[in-house]
């Protein structure tokens, strides 16, 4: 079936970047996510590539799609402590019929040292 | 803004108890969802339903239930609690056809 897998922790530096790394199986992927959960809350979608694209740039966010390698990143720039959640990537096939599964990753966990 | 609701925050349960978790959404979406969150795992789906009445198995349906009866509410049933279902419970909702699924806050169950 399909993986996705992120590493669980990253530690950055306020007002540094951080980079969230993400790959996946599913080589029919159609949209690939990232979604933000701040600490005793449900996830919110952060933000979402389509397969056919290999960057997105929202603000302070930078999506990077590498398809041939399955390899999806989030760069947030300047990161601040409200940044301070896990961040799970996720993946859907809208082309398996049916029920679009969502897979996610397992979220990385990412703190910012102010 | 969507609002997906859940019943409990936080619960301790007892083994062998029977325990109902509640979800409500307000924006008339067909689909709905439970997942399971655990450290290290990330989120796994328990059941979801496309529309009223109908439910279909997700990755990890064993010891789990579901009912749906109304649009607006989508309840995930624990038929006898076992230690192994400690876990963080999310609902979603999202639109047929829309990419994006609505998160509730979580119920954290605790079975002791």
């Known amino acids: 079936g399909e993986d996705v897998e992120q590493s669980l922790f990253l530690s950055v530096r306020e007002g540094d970047s951080s980079v969230i790394n993400c790959t996946y199986t599913?080589?029919?992927?159609?949209?690939l996510y990232w979604y933000k959960q701040e600490p005793g809350a449900g996830l919110q979608l952060l933000t979402y590539?389509?397969?056919?694209?290999d960057m997105k740039q929202d603000q302070r966010l930078t999506v990077l799609l590498n398809k041939k390698d399955k390899h999806l990143s989030l760069r947030i720039a300047d990161t601040q402590t409200g940044d301070s959640a896990i961040y799970f990537c996720?993946?859907?096939?809208?082309?398996?019929?049916?029920?679009?599964?969502?897979?996610f990753g397992t979220g990385t966990k990412l703190q910012v040292i102010p | 803004d969507v609002k997906v609701t859940q019943s409990s925050r936080y619960l301790v349960k007892r083994t062998g108890e029977k325990v109902f978790l509640e979800c409500v959404q307000d924006?008339?979406?067909?689909?709905m969802f439970w997942y399971r969150q655990d450290p290290g795992l990330g989120l796994r789906l328990i059941y979801f339903?496309?529309?009223?009445?109908?439910?279909e198995k997700g990755d990890i349906p064993e010891g789990y239930s579901v009912s749906r009866e109304k649009k607006e509410r989508f309840s995930l049933i624990l038929e006898s609690a076992s230690t192994n279902q400690t876990s963080m419970y999310l609902c979603a909702s999202k639109r047929i056809g829309s990419y994006e699924q609505y998160f509730g806050p979580g119920t954290r169950l605790t079975v002791t």
């Open positions: 599913d080589s029919s992927s159609t949209y």
């Open positions: 924006m008339d979406h067909e689909n």
């Open positions: 339903s496309y529309d009223v009445k109908m439910k």
């Open positions: 590539i389509f397969s056919n694209m």
């Open positions: 996720a993946e859907t096939n809208l082309n398996s019929g049916g029920y679009q599964k969502v897979t």
